[in-house]
């Protein structure tokens, strides 16, 4: 699943390619997960410009004239493809958009499961590189829910995913069953700091990556995530266990507050 790392590569790509171009025709393949009627979607948005891509949580946004706005979540295995002469109708699509000039891009999406949304309800919820300390600290106070469970929950901090999650806990050596608000205070700052140093660490090393195209998404760089990791770059091994139905990776270096 595409998290906060890829999403925000995502969209400075389509910014690129896409930004102050016209969408000349919205080919609607799947329209079973849309919000509104089919006609309506490409109403709102055949002829409009693309003005600026964003991310919200684990959702681009693109923000086209007229105040139209579609927001796309790519749950567990949507994609976007770049179109060319060479990839015209990709396979598992699910939309098209093309532009003038004749580029464009495609949502597909094997399971058919990937969302979008015309003109999405915006969302109160601080975005995990955008909220304080102050916030996080007293967050992580009132619950007595798992620190790996805290740190995913999107009603609570946005764009945090499985992956993501193990990663950031692993580099503050904290054990992904701690109770959140067991943790020291000395270890949320050290959480806190962690949080958006792997974050932006992973952004940069996509961004290398990906250049210019939509490569999907990045893991090579994974500490401790992954089923094919068996030991830490400090030489700990690497062990995995469900918690709240996703597969977490950790290690005995991780410390666990109870």
Do not use: C
């Amino acid at each position: 699943m595409a998290e906060l790392p890829d999403l925000t590569v995502f969209a400075g790509i389509l910014n690129r390619r896409f930004k102050g171009k016209t969408l000349k025709e919205l080919e609607v393949i799947v329209a079973k997960k849309i919000n509104v009627p089919e006609k309506e979607l490409k109403q709102a948005l055949r002829g409009k410009k693309l003005l600026n891509v964003t991310r919200e949580g684990k959702t681009l946004q693109l923000h086209f004239s007229g105040e139209q706005v579609l927001g796309i979540h790519l749950m567990l295995r949507g994609e976007l493809v770049l179109l060319d002469k060479e990839n015209t109708n990709p396979k598992y699509q699910i939309l098209g958009f093309h532009f003038t000039g004749d580029e464009g891009f495609a949502l597909v999406d094997l399971q058919k499961q990937a969302t979008p949304t015309l003109n999405p309800v915006i969302s109160k919820v601080p975005d995990a590189l955008d909220m304080d300390f102050d916030y996080f600290s007293s967050l992580l106070a009132k619950k007595r829910t798992t620190i790996k469970t805290l740190l995913m929950d999107q009603h609570l901090i946005k764009g945090i995913g499985n992956s993501y999650g193990d990663e950031i806990l692993w580099a503050a050596r904290i054990s992904p069953f701690s109770i959140a608000n067991a943790i020291p205070e000395a270890e949320v700052k050290t959480l806190y700091k962690s949080l958006a140093g792997v974050l932006k660490k992973a952004i940069k090393a996509i961004e290398k990556e990906n250049g210019d195209e939509l490569r999907g998404e990045l893991r090579d760089f994974m500490q401790v995530h992954g089923a094919g990791l068996k030991k830490s770059p400090t030489g700990a091994t690497i062990k995995s266990e469900n918690i709240g139905g996703r597969k977490s990776y950790y290690t005995e270096e991780q410390h666990l507050y109870i």
